[in-house]
């Protein structure tokens, strides 16, 4: 049997393309038309950077490599498809001259094993985060007590006037204990009975569209197949109110939307344990997105990019959820932003 060099890549389930130095698609394999959903008169010839919605590959990246004739590869690429997917890819790009120059370029989609492994390490240094502010609060909150304290005795002792600053003393005092205790978050163990999310959901969406100043639209795309299961339903509440409460502050401006959608996510592993079943709650608005410098850290507390925010909505979310043996998981480019929250439907891993 002959083989030619297209019948050898059409066997791989690595995409591969070839661009010439306009960026135009020259050469395709098969596996780059189920990658991007697109068929093989349309993908033929076509501009590369309109294959995507969005994608953090720049162009500048490509025009760099052809005038430095070298190539390049870059991981954990975030793209958006034409057809509205997300994706996670790693590109490898290598140039060849046979006689002009062309762009060789592999790509593959890393969405799974990179989830698994970001998960974990999100996992570790979210409990590292909340073992060092547990301790820290703790060396806070013993001198604060015998400040306040000494502040109540003082006070005893001035007359009106000079009590005004043992007043602002004993009130600095209260509002960083105030701090201390949200940075610790809620301490109870979950109060779990058989609940419906969806009933949930709906109580955040009223409590939050009384407090609409924009007028943000709520879209709601719920499946309706899934059951009830053992969660706290005010631990879960508080999560979706941080999460929502965020993404309608950040929607200032007309035809803001927020969408709620609910589905049913088979044999998915959170924490490293598969579950037979999940239940995934996505909140998802349209906003301008999240910056990029603090895209890895967004679960740390005070980590915020809000002006004056104090970052402990989404830390607190994050710790809340993951009391119910769940995770949140966020995706965010320019136009889109999406939190999910996953929580097991069963009590332990199958």
Not at 91 to 117: A, C, F, G, H, Y
Request: hydrophobic share 40%; charged share 20%.
């Amino acid at each position: 049997m002959e083989w030619t060099a297209a019948s050898l890549t059409d066997q791989l389930s690595t995409a591969v393309l070839v661009l010439d130095t306009q960026l135009q698609v020259q050469y395709f394999n098969t596996a780059c038309c189920a990658l991007f959903g697109i068929g093989e008169k349309k993908l033929n010839q076509q501009y590369f950077p309109t294959l995507f919605q969005h994608s953090d590959l720049s162009t500048s990246f490509f025009l760099t490599a052809i005038q430095n004739r070298q190539g390049f590869g870059i991981s954990d690429v975030q793209a958006v498809l034409l057809d509205g997917r997300h994706m996670l890819l790693d590109v490898t790009v290598n140039l060849m001259e046979q006689p002009s120059l062309l762009l060789l370029l592999e790509i593959r989609q890393v969405d799974q094993q990179r989830k698994i492994s970001l998960e974990s390490l999100q996992q570790h240094q979210h409990l590292a985060a909340r073992e060092l502010i547990r301790g820290l609060a703790h060396e806070i909150k013993n001198p604060l007590g015998g400040l306040r304290g000494a502040a109540q005795l003082l006070e005893e002792s001035l007359n009106d006037e000079q009590k005004e600053y043992t007043q602002l003393i004993i009130a600095q005092a209260d509002r960083l204990r105030n701090l201390v205790d949200r940075l610790l978050g809620p301490y109870k163990a979950p109060q779990k009975k058989l609940q419906n999310v969806h009933q949930v959901i709906e109580q955040v969406v009223q409590l939050t569209q009384m407090d609409n100043p924009n007028q943000v639209l709520f879209i709601r795309d719920y499946d309706p197949s899934i059951p009830d299961f053992q969660f706290d339903p005010e631990l879960i509440e508080q999560a979706l109110l941080n999460i929502v409460g965020n993404a309608q502050q950040v929607l200032d401006q007309a035809g803001g939307q927020i969408t709620l959608q609910t589905r049913v996510l088979n044999q998915h592993t959170l924490h490293g344990r598969r579950h037979r079943l999940v239940a995934a709650v996505k909140v998802t608005d349209n906003g301008p997105g999240i910056p990029a410098e603090i895209k890895d850290t967004l679960f740390f507390p005070m980590v915020s990019g809000k002006a004056g925010g104090t970052g402990l909505g989404l830390s607190i979310a994050q710790t809340l959820i993951h009391q119910h043996g769940g995770w949140i998981d966020c995706e965010s480019w320019p136009g889109q932003t999406s939190f999910t929250l996953y929580l097991p439907l069963n009590n332990s891993g199958d």
